[in-house]
């Protein structure tokens, strides 16, 4: 299995800035994840964070709205740019240590004002 | 792409009552999962279960992956059952989950 943790765990923010959310598993993983949950839905895949590389984004997802960074195996950030209260999520990252089961963190809940 | 749908997407439930929640996948998949959301928002793993049947206490699950679907059972419920179950699958080798709408789950004492 894996443990994630996410920093910040909560967020209240101006429109026209931007955040950025940590990402931390206990162990080195293949595949780190980051999705989104507007109010009241589902899940949505944002992008693959890809270590060594650019992130691979889903469509509907930029580079420019949603840097990425992954600089080891076993953390990642999402940065949430130029926001507006569009963007008022929960924000998770996820994990797939060696077998294929997908671990998240408790998500980071952000509100725009 | 794969489409993911469950059912009922409303549920609420006497304590003590068993329930049946159905996820039906539209392509062939290379994983499944279940995942109980509970009020916090934390995403909780279930099971794991491609194919076959699985049990964890007064939670079970069978896929049937020849006829693309997944039940998940609830027995004795109980109001910390409450929350939202996604089942989410896998179904090339990108390793990214594409979930279904959920069931919202409410449990009256």
């Known amino acids: 299995s894996a443990v994630i943790s996410q920093k910040p765990s909560r967020d209240i923010c101006q429109r026209g800035t931007s955040l950025t959310i940590q990402c931390q598993v206990d162990?080195?993983?293949?595949?780190m994840f980051w999705y989104r949950q507007q109010p009241g839905q589902s899940l949505t895949l944002i992008a693959t964070a890809n270590q060594g590389s650019e992130a691979t984004y889903e469509s509907g997802f930029v580079i420019d709205k949603f840097p990425i960074s992954r600089p080891n195996l076993t953390f990642s950030t999402l940065t949430v740019s130029n926001m507006s209260p569009e963007d008022s999520s929960i924000y998770l990252c996820?994990?797939?240590?060696?077998?294929?089961?997908?671990?998240f963190g408790p998500g980071t809940r952000l509100t725009v004002l | 792409g794969i489409q993911v749908e469950q059912s009922p997407p409303d549920l609420i439930l006497q304590e003590g009552a068993n329930s049946t929640l159905r996820c039906n996948f539209s392509d062939s998949v290379n994983n499944l999962q279940w995942f109980h959301q509970n009020p916090w928002g934390q995403l909780i793993n279930l099971f794991y279960i491609p194919s076959g049947t699985k049990q964890n206490g007064r939670l079970s699950a069978t896929t049937v992956a020849t006829e693309r679907y997944s039940l998940l059972y609830i027995s004795s419920s109980q109001t910390t059952d409450s929350g939202v179950y996604f089942c989410a699958v896998i179904y090339n080798q990108g390793g990214k989950l594409i979930f279904g709408q959920g069931t919202e789950l409410s449990v009256k004492p």
């Open positions: 162990s080195q993983v293949t595949m």
């Open positions: 996820s994990a797939t240590p060696s077998t294929d089961t997908q671990y």
